[in-house]
Structure formats: structure tokens, C-alpha cells
């Protein structure tokens, strides 16, 4: 072992020098090289409980956040990739003020998969380091947590509020020399020092507020004097689980075609199926950092709960690929362009994922050379794909999509709860029609993230409660569109996105979903307002190409654990939303 803690050390000292090309290879320790086994990413709930390898997670990230800043493999060299500080990363050169992050592109859910290894690579290694100084009666435990290290994720969409462990300034350790009482590093990202104006441009905040480039640590739903505030982003994540838990399932269960799971920014053949795996993702975004550091999307990976939020957006796109092993990427124009592509270009299987190199050589790697997680040495628990066909793979992760976010959808169980007093004990994933609200919108001048909260009823007169309200029904996210860009005046971007409606119907008493019963109420009472990250409310005018509708689908539940629900085909309700102010008119074109 001593022999591995040397030659942990000169890799990263190798890996840190200014210049040289940086492999991005994940980790293969721990890697079963004859049957593919390797160790998974573990749901956070689990991972704190791991003892050596949470005691281990929290001693690298502390180290990792103080590295120099001007270093490649620093907490801020790592970050700094996504989005701000715009420039050259280990000399991969770009002409465009962006960072090399893709979003409403064909690449947003390959090219986080290297930059995720990264991450997960250079914290592994700084692992090695601290589990070889425990004492000896502890290190060989120590040791064998740090060789099958991976990150942790936070499944959102079955706890929607953060882990009360990234909440604590400080938190308690089994270190080295001890049980301490340690800084925690998953709490914020303190910058040392605080970034140029070059770095960080001051930028406007929402409304005029304050902009987050002058924060000097990373905040969530901060207030006016620049605190974070947890609670209340929790209460409004808490306000929107159903939604995400309901989001989950449908757009993995009836979403075959990559290009639309895949961006909010696909529209060739989208059709009526408006969610993405980046419209949720964005949700969580600004849900947490409601005018701070993650609802900016360029600042948003200084934040730590960055890392536990992109983690389970690779697993649910892993969990996709189990399903629909036969998928590849859709070529599409990038709306939005990135530091090293321009926008309009057009994207594909094979464009490169810079700046991450797959050797020693300068080669890139591509979405068809990340495609697979055995790539860089890891899985989750849902996904054993070792010793299996491909067939019982899909079988069997079907059944774990099943048992997480749709145990009460099959007809035996649904017959089960037939005579059960409260309707509401079923799921909405379980029930026979599925209700939507599609929204779409084009990039326009509209810059500021903002928020489109829908209620069943009239919203309530303090627009600060309106993110968590009783009536709500839940909260489409809007990115700042700054960074997509219009390819040209004439044909800016269109963005879309989904919020279900049937958590929202059951909770109000309403059983019998049938459009029969439900048009005419949502007609009446389905009202939406827009509204700024500082909670301060956005005139609808100024926003003239908000588009709202109404679907609804017939559903046949599932007949056995390891099968989905079939879905008809969805039903445009024009009636609910024409006249009201942003949604689709009688005369107006769904599609």
C-alpha cells in the first residue's frame, strides 16, 4: 500500500502541472476486470452512513476546495469548466464567451459524464492520500473505502429536500487524528481568492438585485444580506416533489427517442412529450439556488450540492440507457453554443466533449465513447449489468424504475386499492389519465432566470409565498437565456417543458380523472404566474412568447413489476388556456 500512496501522489503531482494534457480515465480501482463489476454511486441517504468512505468523502473535498485556485485539478480549476471564468482549460482554446457546458443541446447529458469522472477521479485520488495517515488499527478499513470510492448522488425525485448534511456549517468526522468537528465543505465554496472582475463579470442580479458574481462564498436562496437560506429553498423544493417523482417516471417510461429526452432545446419530432432530463435539471437548479449560486447556471458548479445534483442526472440517464439499449445521440443544432463551438452548429454522436481528452495523446472523447458507464469504472444500484443479457438488464432496471417511483401501478395492486377509502393512496403514476401543462418559450431578451408557477385557483396575494403555496401545482424553470444565444433574429431558440397536473388533481379530491370531469375544472381554476428569483413578481407581457397547454393521455397500467404502463397518444385541451394571458389559444398551433 505504500507503493499505491506514492504513485497516487506523483499522479496527481503529474496531473497538476500547468500544461500537460489531463486524461480523464475515471477510476478502475475496485473493478472486477473479468466480469465488468464495479462499485456503484451510492443514493446520499446510504453514502453518509458509510462510515470510511463518507469520513473519506468529506476530508477530500476539504482538501480539494483548498487548493490554490489557479491550479487545473483545484476545487476552482474543476468547477471553473462548466461555466465562468470563460477561458482556456489544460489549452483546450475557444473563440466564444461561454463556458464548454452545452445546454439545449443534443450533448447535455454525454458531456456531463466526463466532467463527472473528472471530479470523481481527482477526489478518489486525494482519498488514497488521507486513508494511508490513519492509525494503524483503523487503516486498513480506511484504505479499502478509498480504493472502491465513488461520489455520492441525491435522489431528488424521492427526497425533494436537500440532505440536512449539506445544510451544516460544520459537520462531525472520524478523521485521522480523531472525531473532529470540521468546516463543511458540501455546506458552500468559499472562494480564496475572490475572482477578478475579468473572472467573474459583474453581472446584474434578478431584477437589479444583487448579482452573484459579488458573493465571496457560494449561497442558496439568499436573502438581502447575502445568507442563504435553506428552509426556504426547501420548502419550495418540498412544494414541487410530487411533480419531480411524477416527472421521473413519465419521461423515463415513455420517452424512447434520445433527442427529446435529452434537451429542452429539441424540437424535430418532439411532439406533445414536452419534459427532458435538462427541463428537470434545470428545475432543481433554480429551486436550490433561487438567486444564488446554482440558479445561475455559469456560477452553478461552485456550489457543492452541484456535484450531488449532477450525479443523479447521469443515473437517470444511465437508467435510460438500460431501457433503451439500442438509443444513440440525435443530431441537432446547438441553440447555445459553448466556449469552443459556435452556435447553430450542428452536434452529433461523434462531436468532440471538450475539453475532456480520453489519452495522453490530445484525443476528446465523444458521446459515443462515453456512452457506457463501465467507461469510467463505475454504476449505480439499480444497474448490475455484469453476468446478465442485455434483455434481463432492461427487465431488471425496469422493475427498480418500477419499485421506486410507481409501486402501486399494476392492476393487481390498483384492484387491491379498489375498495380503499382514500383514492389518494394511489400514485399518480398509477392512475388511467395522465394530465400535463406544456410550456414552451423562445430566447428573447429575457436574460434573468425566472420561475412559471402554476395553481388550481387564484395565487396568493404575497408572490413570496407563491414557489410553495398550497394551490400550487407546481414550477416550470427558466434558465438565464443569455446563454442561448439565437442562432439568427429570425429563428431564436425554442425552449420546452412539462409540469404534471395529476399529483395536483388528486390532492384537491378529484378522483375521477377523466377529461369529462377535468376540462372544465382546469379550465376554470388552472392560472399561472411569472415571477423573478428574488421573488419579486414578472410582468407576463414581457415575455410575449410564453405558450401554455393542456394535455391529457389514457393510460393502460402495468400488468407485472418488470413492465411499463401503455400509453395513447396525448390529447391537445385547447379550452383550458385560451384567453388567458400566455396560453395557446383556439387559433394556435400546439405543435
Known amino acids: 500500500m505504500a507503493s499505491l500512496r506514492l504513485a497516487c501522489s506523483l499522479i496527481i503531482a503529474a496531473l497538476a502541472v500547468l500544461g500537460s494534457t489531463i486524461a480523464v480515465r475515471g477510476i478502475q480501482a475496485g473493478v472486477d476486470q473479468g466480469t465488468g463489476k464495479r462499485p456503484f454511486r451510492l443514493e446520499f441517504s446510504t453514502f453518509k452512513n458509510s462510515g470510511p468512505a ?37 489549452g483546450v482554446t475557444g473563440d466564444n464567451y461561454a463556458g464548454y457546458c452545452p445546454h439545449a443541446s443534443t450533448l447535455f447529458p454525454t458531456w456531463h459524464r466526463p466532467y463527472m469522472a473528472l471530479y470523481e477521479q481527482v477526489v478518489w485520488y486525494y482519498a488514497q492520500q488521507i486513508a ?34 449539506v445544510n451544516q456549517p460544520t459537520i462531525f468526522i472520524n478523521a485521522p487524528n480523531g472525531t473532529l468537528n470540521v468546516v463543511n465543505p458540501l455546506y458552500n465554496y468559499t472562494f480564496h481568492p475572490q475572482p477578478s472582475n475579468t473572472d467573474f463579470p459583474p453581472n446584474v442580479g434578478p431584477n437589479g438585485g444583487t448579482p452573484v458574481s459579488s458573493y465571496h462564498s457560494t449561497v442558496r436562496y439568499p436573502n438581502a444580506a447575502g445568507q442563504s437560506q435553506p428552509d426556504r429553498a426547501n420548502m419550495q423544493l418540498q412544494a414541487n416533489g410530487a411533480a419531480l417523482h411524477t416527472l421521473t417516471y413519465q419521461l423515463i417510461t415513455q420517452q424512447s427517442n434520445y433527442g427529446p429526452f435529452s434537451n429542452t432545446g429539441f424540437s424535430d419530432g418532439r411532439g ?3 419534459n427532458s432530463i435538462e427541463n428537470m435539471h434545470n428545475g432543481i437548479h433554480m429551486l ?19 456535484w450531488l445534483h449532477h450525479a ?19 443530431p441537432q443544432a446547438n441553440a447555445a453554443g459553448t466556449f469552443t463551438d459556435a452556435p447553430g452548429i450542428t452536434e452529433d454522436v461523434n462531436t468532440p466533449l471538450t475539453p475532456f481528452r480520453s489519452d495522453d495523446n490530445g484525443h476528446f472523447w465523444t458521446s459515443g465513447t462515453v456512452w457506457s458507464t463501465r467507461t469510467f469504472g463505475y454504476t449505480y444500484p439499480e444497474i448490475m449489468d455484469w453476468g446478465v443479457s442485455s434483455d434481463q438488464l432492461t427487465s431488471n432496471v425496469k422493475a427498480s424504475l418500477n419499485a421506486l417511483y410507481n409501486p402501486s401501478g399494476s392492476i393487481s395492486q390498483r384492484s387491491m386499492s379498489a375498495n380503499a377509502s382514500n383514492d389518494l393512496q394511489l400514485s399518480p403514476n398509477a392512475m388511467d389519465v395522465q394530465w400535463f401543462a406544456n410550456v414552451k418559450l423562445q430566447v ?15 395565487a396568493p396575494a404575497d408572490t413570496a409565498t407563491w414557489s410553495f403555496a398550497t394551490n400550487l401545482v407546481g414550477t416550470h424553470s427558466v434558465v438565464d437565456t443569455s446563454l ?11 425552449l420546452y417543458g412539462q409540469v404534471p397536473l395529476n399529483h395536483a388533481l388528486l390532492a384537491a379530491g378529484n378522483s375521477d380523472l377523466a377529461p369529462s370531469n377535468i376540462v372544465p375544472l382546469l379550465t376554470s381554476q388552472l392560472n399561472w404566474r411569472l415571477q423573478y428569483t428574488d421573488d419579486s413578481p414578472l410582468d407576463i407581457s414581457l415575455v410575449p412568447s410564453l405558450k401554455i397547454h393542456v394535455v391529457g393521455q389514457e393510460v ?8 411499463f404502463p401503455e400509453y395513447g397518444q396525448m390529447q391537445v385541451y385547447k379550452e383550458v388556456t385560451n384567453g388567458k394571458a400566455g396560453g395557446l389559444g383556439n387559433g394556435d398551433d400546439p405543435n
Open 444 to 458: 428573447s431578451s429575457m436574460t434573468s432566470p425566472f420561475f412559471v408557477h402554476l395553481f388550481l385557483g387564484e
Open 132 to 165: 494511508a495517515s490513519y492509525p494503524q488499527s483503523q487503516r486498513a478499513r480506511y484504505r479499502e473505502a478509498a480504493w472502491t470510492f465513488r461520489i455520492p448522488y441525491w435522489d431528488w425525485s424521492i427526497t425533494p429536500t436537500m440532505p440536512p448534511e
Open 54 to 90: 463518507f469520513d473519506l468523502y468529506i476530508l477530500s473535498l476539504r482538501a480539494l476546495q483548498k487548493r490554490d485556485q489557479s491550479t487545473l485539478l483545484s476545487y476552482f480549476g474543476v468547477a471553473g469548466i462548466h461555466g465562468v471564468p470563460f477561458r482556456s482549460w489544460d
Open 556 to 563: 393502460k397500467p402495468r400488468a407485472t413489476e418488470d413492465q
Open 272 to 274: 406533445q412529450h414536452y
Open 484 to 494: 442561448l444565444r439565437a442562432v439568427s433574429p429570425d429563428s431564436p431558440a425554442t
Open 312 to 330: 443523479n442526472v447521469d443515473r437517470l440517464f444511465a437508467l435510460w440507457q438500460a431501457i433503451y439499449p439500442n438509443a444513440t445521440v440525435t
Open 288 to 306: 436550490v439556488g433561487n438567486g444564488g449560486h446554482m440558479s445561475n447556471i455559469p456560477y452553478s458548479s461552485f456550489d457543492p450540492i452541484f
